[in-house]
């Protein structure tokens, strides 16, 4: 605003002295060549002055130079007017003074100044460069002098109407700029208040990063605010007693802001006055005028809470991976220590029956017959439970695996069950995973699994499929099998969950827990379509930005910092 001002008056000046400068010429000229040298000796002065004041205008002292204009052209209309006793020259005296107010007013409608000017200036011109014409051309005198008289009266006039004009718009352009000024104060006090009421620490910079506004979160003294201002951050932690290389390395980062003209975030600890290590969050964005980048616009806000928080998650996904593993063990060690003494009984009652072969009676046959198998259902279901335990559990680093591999030497191990039933198993060419193979394992053997035992048909028939969509791989099962009734199809996948008993069907009803449990592990879900007595089909979906390498192959991705080194 005061910019703006200042290149208004700057040009209205300059403009007005020039006018005045021809003027002169052109008076000197017509006083040398008509040999009155004390009027050529005074507009020659004249001119020199003007000339000194364009030296002062040109350095940029436009009020000194607006004042001094006012004097010496004061001085030359007087020392024409009192000494010599020109009456054109008192009312020269007159108007330009009269102008005056020009240099101190802001004017706005420059071009009615400048004619304004021209109309009263001009004919003083053409009258001071033929006034000696009108003797060597021995006009009458009592032309010469009502000449005279018109010219004296036309100024007169000009100068009250432009006198009239001047303060008339003057008075105007006042006012408007006055509710201009109202306007930008109000909206100025409006933003402030939203910054005010923001709970962000927000602050402005110049180019040489002194501050320029605060708000009260970001300094809670009003004073301190007040005094901030035009301070530097090296002048506030002295101030509040820090350790100054905070406030050079704070600088240092908006420095590069400046310099880049990019937005940046950093954090920042410091301890305060409780000796509590704190953390802050601090962004800077450059500001930008028409000329370019004028200072920067920071904000900050308090993340200690957000930073503990993090410290404890850290501290619990710890303990928590360290109570996993001793629990991975206890189940380890458990599911070994309960195995081989149930083996044992199992062995030994085996060896009970055998040795009293043919002593035993039929009840007694059956009672132990009955033990071996619960021993037996025992043991596997232990087994069953240490894998579902384990199922999420994946102590090497994930590699790809080729299913189609998996899948072969699974169903090797199946081999025997598969034959039994004289099943048909066939199967698409299935992707290359980053999946661990035992978990692959784990799933086709389950589904397979199921797929035979769960299935009367003459010829069981297995089909294993795979496709994709944009977020996931997907791997379907499929048999000819009993089918599953819809109101069963969400609880089988809940562990101990099983919809026949154990003399239809054998199980522990873990196997489809587990599978949940993996894929899971792997972003994504299990679930079975099916109709009783048309076959069921599992499907599994796998997240491929899981599942997938980071690094594709012809794509290069570059680290962040190269890129941006590059840039
Ligand atoms: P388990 O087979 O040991 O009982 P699962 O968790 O593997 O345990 O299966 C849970 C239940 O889901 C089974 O008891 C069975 O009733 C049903 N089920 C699983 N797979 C199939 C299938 N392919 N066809 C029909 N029913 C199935």
Redesign the pocket.
């Known amino acids: 605003m005061a910019n703006e001002r200042e290149r208004h008056d700057l040009t209205l000046f300059n403009r007005t002295w020039l006018t005045v400068l021809i003027i002169q010429v052109i008076c000197l000229v017509s006083h040398l060549i008509n040999g009155l040298h004390s009027a050529a000796f005074t507009t020659g002065w004249f001119i020199v002055a003007l000339c000194t004041l364009y030296f002062i205008v040109r350095k940029g002292r436009v009020n000194v130079a607006k004042m001094a204009a006012i004097v010496f052209i004061s001085i030359d209309t007087s020392v024409n007017a009192v000494v010599f006793g020109e009456q054109t020259h008192v009312i020269d005296f007159l108007l330009l003074a009269a102008l005056t107010p020009l240099y101190f007013f802001e004017i706005k409608n420059k071009k009615f100044i400048f004619s304004g000017i021209a109309i009263c200036l001009i004919p003083f011109a053409l009258y001071q460069a033929m006034a000696s014409y009108f003797v060597q051309f021995a006009l009458p005198l009592t032309t010469q002098l009502s000449l005279y008289h018109l010219i004296i009266w036309e100024k007169i006039f000009c100068m009250a109407v432009l006198l009239y004009l001047i303060y008339n718009k003057n008075a105007h352009y006042e006012t408007e700029m006055r509710q201009k000024e109202n306007e930008l104060v109000g909206q100025k006090k409006l933003y402030e208040s939203i910054l005010e009421q923001i709970p962000i620490d927000i602050a402005t910079m110049d180019k040489d990063l002194k501050y320029t506004y605060i708000n009260s979160a970001a300094v809670k003294e009003a004073s301190v605010r007040e005094w901030l201002l035009g301070k530097s951050n090296v002048d506030y932690f002295k101030f509040r007693n820090l350790d100054v290389k905070g406030a050079v390395a704070r600088e240092a980062i908006l420095y590069e802001a400046l310099n880049t003209g990019e937005a940046t975030e950093f954090e920042e600890t410091f301890v305060d006055k409780s000796g509590n290590t704190k953390y802050s969050m601090k962004g800077v964005s450059p500001i930008y005028n028409e000329h370019g980048i004028s200072g920067l616009v920071g904000y900050a806000f308090d993340i200690t809470d957000i930073k503990e928080a993090e410290k404890k998650l850290k501290e619990y996904a710890i303990e928590l991976e360290r109570k996993n593993d001793d629990l991975h063990h206890f189940v380890n060690a458990t599911s070994h220590d309960l195995k081989s003494p149930l083996r044992n009984i199992a062995s030994h009652l085996q060896l009970l029956q055998r040795r009293n072969a043919g002593k035993l009676d039929e009840d007694s046959n059956s009672m132990i017959a009955y033990t071996i198998k619960s021993v037996k259902h025992l043991n596997q279901l232990i087994g069953d439970i240490y894998q579902y335990a384990i199922a999420d559990k994946n102590d090497k680093p994930l590699e790809m695996a080729d299913l189609n591999l998996v899948l072969d030497e699974t169903l090797k191990q199946m081999e025997d069950a598969i034959n039994a039933k004289g099943a048909v198993i066939s199967h698409d060419v299935l992707p290359v995973l980053k999946m661990a193979p035992s978990h692959i394992d784990m799933l086709f053997s389950?589904l397979i699994g199921?797929?035979l035992?769960?299935?009367t048909s003459e010829k069981p028939q297995v089909m294993i499929r795979a496709s994709d969509n944009e977020t996931a791989h997907i791997i379907s099962v499929a048999?000819n099998?009993?089918?599953?009734a819809p109101e069963y199809q969400q609880q089988?996948f809940e562990i101990f969950?099983?919809?026949?008993t154990a003399s239809e069907?054998e199980?522990?009803?873990?196997?489809?827990?587990i599978c949940s449990k993996i894929v899971d592990n792997y972003g994504g879900k299990i679930w079975v379509e099916?109709e009783p007595g048309k076959g069921?089909t599992?499907y599994i979906t796998l997240d491929k930005e899981m599942v997938e390498p980071v690094v594709k192959e012809n794509h290069n991705i570059l680290p962040y910092n190269s890129i941006a080194i590059a840039g």
């Open positions: 389950n199921n797929a035992k769960y299935n048999d099998g009993i089918g599953i089988i969950q099983r919809l026949h069907y199980g522990t009803g873990v196997g489809l827990a099916s069921s599992f």
